[in-house]
């Protein structure tokens, strides 16, 4: 290289880190709604956001680790619910994101503020990993539902629309599909 030639090839990595938004600080954003109501909005979807995270990894635990006579039905329907979960967290946090604020992304902020309780590490029995799937449902609906009301209580449609219209719907159903295998039916018809 010739004296006073700079190598424009040569990546810099040495960048200072230079935060431009602060977590739970909102940007103005000319979406015509109050900025009290996205930050109430951007509050209550992160919450949503970190347990739809956990209820997502919570799916694919128990599709890895069932066992039993429907396991390759429950694999399969394990999975198909972790898929939605899967993409409702990309919808979330990008509503967030389209309100001026900011998603959680980082597993140890999903850890840290989730509602939904703590698997063990270890294999627990079909009926085990169901009633787990439906008490985080249970929880996640509460906090949906109350989400949406607020919502629309203060104007704010497009968070209403996307918690109603994509999230309960599809929780219920998931509860519907996983809470029937909990049902005392025989695998067999008795002789009559």
Request: hydrophobic content about 40%.
């Amino acid at each position: 290289m010739a004296d006073g030639a700079v190598d424009v090839a040569q990546p810099d990595y040495k960048i200072q880190p230079n935060e431009i938004q602060a977590f739970g600080t909102l940007k103005e954003l000319p979406i015509a709604l109050a900025e009290n109501a996205r930050a109430k909005s951007v509050g209550a979807l992160n919450q949503i956001l970190v347990d739809t995270m956990t209820i997502r990894d919570l799916y694919k635990k128990h599709h890895w680790q069932v066992s039993g006579v429907t396991f390759y039905q429950l694999h399969l329907l394990l999975d198909k619910h972790y898929e939605e979960q899967a993409g409702f967290v990309d919808d979330i946090a990008e509503r967030i994101q389209s309100l001026g604020g900011l998603a959680y992304a980082m597993a140890h902020d999903v850890a840290a503020n989730t509602k939904i309780p703590r698997p063990p590490s270890g294999r627990e029995d079909v009926a085990t990993q169901i009633s787990r799937l439906l008490e985080a449902h249970e929880i996640m609906l509460r906090e949906i539902r109350e989400a949406a009301h607020e919502a629309a209580e203060y104007g704010d449609d497009g968070t209403n629309d996307l918690l109603v219209s994509s999230l309960i719907r599809t929780h219920e159903m998931q509860v519907w599909f996983i809470g029937e295998h909990l049902a005392a039916t025989p695998l067999l018809a008795k002789d009559r």
